[in-house]
């Protein structure tokens, strides 16, 4: 018997498109073609909780190019990423619906052109309701996020793993590069200053006032020296900003010693081990982030690939801590007790 056409087209119905790593059982991870931590690839934000983009732009690097290929790099890394987090007790990908949205089209000439096609999709993406995460890329691209990001939550706080604080002035008389990009966001109205919190910045510094206008503007600077001293401590400072509202958490890879990542444009001995890096993040849990990046990230100053892995291993820690944020406010919502029904009004 022919079907009749609502028949057939209710026969050919794909089923959910299932927002998960495919299974190594299935695929080994040495095999397929490479996505952000092995997910698929969707396009539509509207059907995930965070969609993880490429942003593939070193146009703003003041020293050694190449982060235009971390996405890349990062892509081919995550074939060893998992998702069971033990520190958070969770698996992010049993928590959060997340996929590879491809790379943001970038022009690699053009600073502003890229800035705004970033921008775009981080604003397609928050506006759909969901997280955007972003791969760099040098850290010019955060200014296209925050931008986004602040028009559709308010100014934001910000949390900055990074070895410079990236509110210097222009450079060959260029005001927009890596290195202003939090300075230009202050400027702009897009953060709340003294809810930035900037971690593992170090010297030595070109002159003595390069971090004044940070400082001026309420900026926490987390020297390197306070974290080697007393991470504990750190923790805990990073644990008082729950519920000072929404934020946007920035990893650039140059934060971490180059012995851990050699593979960045501005590359600073004296950073924080891999270790330490990774328990910060854990430090975030609680934390209302509406959007991240992880940045600086240059595969062809590391032939061993371990600033890819470590890109990779951060983007899911910071994907497992927002699970674990999600779950315990799941799970304080269903704690809370129910108020009493009023009894009916009887009538006279």
């Known amino acids: 018997m022919t079907k009749m056409p609502d028949e057939a087209a209710k026969a050919k119905k794909p089923t959910k498109l299932e927002m998960k790593p495919v299974s190594t059982r299935k695929v080994p991870r040495f095999a397929g073609v490479p996505t952000f931590l092995r997910l698929p690839v969707h396009d539509d934000p509207r059907d995930v909780d965070v969609l993880i983009c490429g942003a593939p732009f070193d146009g703003g690097t003041t020293f050694r190019p190449g982060a235009r290929f971390g996405p890349r790099g990062v892509r081919n890394a995550s074939a060893l990423t998992r998702g069971f987090h033990p520190a958070q007790g969770v698996d992010l990908f049993e928590q959060l619906r997340c996929a590879d949205g491809g790379d943001v089209a970038c022009v690699p000439m053009s600073v502003e052109r890229s800035l705004a096609s970033i921008e775009a999709r981080a604003d397609e993406i928050a506006r759909a309701g969901a997280v955007p995460a972003f791969v760099g890329g040098d850290h010019t691209i955060s200014l296209g996020t925050l931008r986004a990001l ?8 910000l949390v900055v793993f990074d070895a410079h604080s990236d509110t210097f002035g222009p450079a060959w008389d260029v005001d927009l590069h890596h290195g202003t990009v939090f300075r230009k966001a202050v400027e702009e109205g897009l953060l709340r200053p003294r809810d930035v919190v900037q971690l593992g910045i170090r010297g030595p510094f070109t002159a003595a006032n390069d971090l004044a206008f940070a400082r001026e503007h309420g900026f926490r600077i987390v020297m390197i020296d306070e974290i080697k001293r007393s991470l504990d401590a750190v923790l805990a400072e ?45 430090g975030l849990v609680g934390l209302e982030i509406v959007g991240l990046d992880v940045v600086e990230i240059s595969p062809d100053h590391d032939p061993s690939g371990n600033t890819s892995l470590l890109a990779a291993t951060v983007l899911t820690e910071l994907l497992a801590g927002l699970a674990a944020t999600r779950s315990l406010a799941a799970a304080s919502q269903r704690a809370q007790p129910k108020a009493p029904k009023r009894p009916a009004k009887k009538g006279r």
Do not use: I
């Open 150 to 157: 602040a028009r559709v939550h308010g100014p934001l706080g």
């Open 238 to 282: 990073l644990a008082g900003l729950r519920d000072r509202g929404k934020f946007y958490v920035s990893f650039d890879l140059d934060g971490v010693d180059p012995a851990y990542a050699p593979g960045t444009g501005t590359p600073v001995p004296g950073g924080m081990t891999s270790w330490e890096a990774l328990t910060l993040v854990r």
